[in-house]
């Protein structure tokens, strides 16, 4: 059974960071895109950031490049989010997915059941 468990989110000042989690088991993390979507109250899922198996190459969304990190360890089957200089706007629920590296949700078959971030100005 595929497990992928966020952990890390929290109550940040505007300006501040965070670092998510994302532990998985039940699969073969390394045959696997890892993702970053959120979503907001009253809003769609939108995808946030992505890695190759590899590591290697990332991919973000405009309104976070530059401020946000994606990275992966195959060894300990964990993936990160590094969020800094943290916006209102970021204040949204996090999941942790895997699948095929596109930034459309229904391309991800896992998912996780999301942590809560929740930045105040």
């Known amino acids: 059974q595929v497990q992928l468990v966020e952990s890390g989110g929290g109550l940040v000042q505007a300006g501040g960071s965070l670092r998510l989690s994302c532990s998985a088991s039940g699969l073969t993390f390394r045959d696997y895109f890892m993702a970053w979507f959120r979503q907001a109250p009253g809003k769609e899922r939108e995808f946030v950031a992505a890695?190759?198996?590899?590591?290697?190459?990332?991919r973000y969304a405009d309104s976070v490049q530059g401020r946000f990190a994606v990275s992966r360890d195959n060894a300990k089957n964990t993936l990160d989010l590094q969020m800094n200089v943290l916006k209102a706007e970021d204040t949204a629920y996090y999941y942790c997915?895997?699948?095929?590296?596109?930034?459309?949700?229904?391309?991800?078959?896992?998912w996780g059941l999301g942590t809560q971030v929740t930045v105040t100005s």
């Open positions: 997915a895997a699948g095929t590296g596109t930034t459309t949700p229904s391309d991800y078959p896992y």
């Open positions: 890695v190759s198996w590899s590591g290697y190459n990332t």
